[in-house]
């Protein structure tokens, strides 16, 4: 049951195949609780989440 939570932290996606982790992703949006890579969690937490997005900064971000 997904959701009893507020968001999900994942950790261990380079561990599992792009299809396990859409459906992990499919699962979570289905139970309305935002999902985010372990990485990006602490690199927004420690601060230093703008500084690692700015080469990106013209760039589109779209959906899955």
């Avoid at 261990?12 to 859409?22: A, E, P, S, T, V």
């Amino acid at each position: 049951d997904l959701g009893r939570y507020r968001l999900i932290i994942h950790c261990g996606g380079c561990m599992i195949n792009r299809r396990l982790m859409l459906s992990r992703i499919r699962r979570t949006r289905a139970a309305g609780v935002p999902i985010v890579n372990y990485g990006i969690c602490i690199a927004y937490l420690m601060g230093v989440l703008p500084r690692a997005l700015s080469p990106f900064r013209d760039l589109e971000v779209s959906g899955l």
